[in-house]
């Protein structure tokens, strides 16, 4: 991860090495067209120039006066004010871990692994009507049971009199499917539960959830949507007592494991009194049949941040075994219950020394430097 992390910098970094040294050292700057503004620019900023006026510079340097937005190096003011922008959020993200990042409610991506992406299928023996299959996630533990959901949606306006009377649902892969199972509701929703035994009687991988639905004219539609299947190499069964280690809350972890490897383990930690976000954790632990823990941590910039001593919940849990080669595919993990209690401290439990990492001020003194070059 943090190798991935570094390539990722560095080829940014050269991308806007590149961009400034070429604007450096092209001996003959394009004149701008009104197709070549970019759509968000704002006016009053590098203004048009006509052909005349370029003549009259080419010919006397001095007798047109020095453009206010480009700077004395050649590069436009605006990329050193993005440049400077970069700089100054890359300050603020590194303020803390990457093991402990401040976590918000617009935070979809981390509040939601795994999600499945609801998708409306339009039915083409019933114009006037969509239907949507929906469940809690896209990566699908056989081991758990799962709630799914096929919801209706009528055009607005529709003097339809067809509704759906009944709807099965069932998995399919390779050729092989699962019993079928009827879905209780009607109108708008019906609702149901993939069992333990229909997710084990397909194999692991990609595989469709169809959804048939039948009509009170007689007719019938499918629609489907794409899952994963997989067996948990790993499973966090329960959490230990949580303690003050300078400035870090450390969490306890223990697991079952089936398989030796190196583990990524994602969580959402929340306040137990008002339910607000308040850290994404994420660690890294090898672990193996023999070596069943791990801990977690939260550094205290994070919880001062959000102003959150505790007590808090830890749940939407994103476990997976890296890859040891190129080539090999991710697996998955999962916990054994959606979320797990972890007691708090007051803030002024914690040592008060700001979190540091000597890579990321190296990296941020050389984006100071960009942004600040003459």
């Known amino acids: 991860m943090k190798i991935f992390k570094g390539i990722f910098f560095l080829f940014a970094v050269a991308l806007m090495v590149l961009v400034i040294s070429l604007m450096r050292h092209d001996p003959s700057p394009t004149l701008s067209t009104v197709s070549d503004v970019h759509p968000n620019a704002s006016v009053g900023g590098d203004s048009l120039v006509s052909p005349n006026a370029a003549t009259a510079y080419a010919g006397d340097e001095n007798s047109v006066p020095r453009d206010d937005a480009q700077r004395k190096d050649g590069a436009p003011a605006a990329m050193h004010g993005q440049l400077e922008d970069i700089?100054?959020?890359?300050?603020?993200?590194?303020?803390?871990?990457?093991?402990?990042?401040?976590?918000?409610?617009?935070?979809?991506?981390?509040?939601?692994?795994?999600?499945?992406?609801?998708?409306?299928?339009?039915?083409?023996?019933?114009?006037?009507?969509?239907?949507?299959?929906?469940l809690d996630r896209y990566i699908i533990d056989r081991s758990m049971e799962q709630p799914i959901q096929v919801q209706l949606d009528t055009s607005f306006g529709s003097q339809?009199?067809?509704?759906?009377?009944?709807?099965?649902?069932?998995?399919?892969?390779?050729?092989?499917?699962?019993?079928?199972m009827l879905l209780a509701g009607s109108g708008q929703v019906f609702s149901g539960v993939l069992p333990v035994s229909s997710l084990r009687s397909v194999p692991e991988g990609d595989t469709a959830v169809v959804a048939q639905l039948e009509f009170n004219n007689g007719e019938r539609s499918t629609v489907n949507t794409m899952v994963r299947l997989y067996e948990p190499e790993i499973r966090l069964v329960r959490l230990g007592d949580a303690r003050v280690d300078g400035a870090d809350l450390v969490i306890p972890a223990f697991f079952e494991v089936s398989r030796a490897g190196h583990y990524r383990v994602a969580a959402n930690l929340f306040s137990a009194s008002t339910n607000e976000p308040v850290s994404h954790i994420n660690a890294e632990i090898s672990l193996s049949p023999e070596i069943k823990s791990g801990l977690l941590k939260v550094h205290a910039v994070t919880l001062r941040a959000k102003r959150a001593a505790g007590s808090y919940v830890l749940r939407d849990f994103d476990i997976s075994r890296m890859p040891d080669s190129p080539g090999e595919l991710t697996s998955f993990g999962s916990a054994a219950s959606e979320s797990f209690a972890v007691r708090g401290f007051p803030l002024d439990s914690y040592s008060h020394e700001p979190y540091q990492d000597p890579a990321a001020e190296e990296k941020l003194a050389f984006l100071k430097k960009l942004a600040a070059e003459k």
């Open 87 to 134: 700089a100054n959020a890359y300050a603020q993200n590194a303020r803390y871990p990457d093991y402990a990042k401040p976590l918000n409610e617009q935070d979809w991506n981390l509040l939601h692994p795994r999600a499945l992406i609801p998708r409306k299928a339009l039915l083409a023996n019933m114009p006037h009507l969509t239907a949507t299959v929906v």
């Open 160 to 180: 339809s009199t067809v509704s759906v009377t009944r709807v099965n649902v069932w998995l399919q892969q390779k050729g092989q499917r699962s019993a079928v």
